[in-house]
């Protein structure tokens, strides 16, 4: 299996999100790697409360050969 790369984005809405993933994957660094999974999750636990949620993605990448 080749090397595996984890990438943490978080925005304030999954609009944006996808909007910040497609143009981290169009990054020349990026281009050396393929996706494996990406993960949403907006279960973000905050110490003070606030009103606006946060999406936050996991992209598992594979470095290609």
């Known amino acids: ?12 809405s999954l609009d944006e999100l996808e909007k910040e993933i ?10 050396n790697y393929q996706v494996l999974n990406i993960t949403v999750n907006n279960n973000v636990e905050h110490k003070f409360a606030s009103k606006e949620d946060e ?9 290609k050969d």
């Open 22 to 31: 497609n143009a981290y994957l169009e990054t020349s660094e990026a281009q």
């Open 55 to 63: 999406f936050t993605a996991i992209l598992t990448l594979l470095k």
């Open 1 to 12: 299996m080749g090397q595996i790369k984890l990438k943490e984005m978080t925005e304030v």
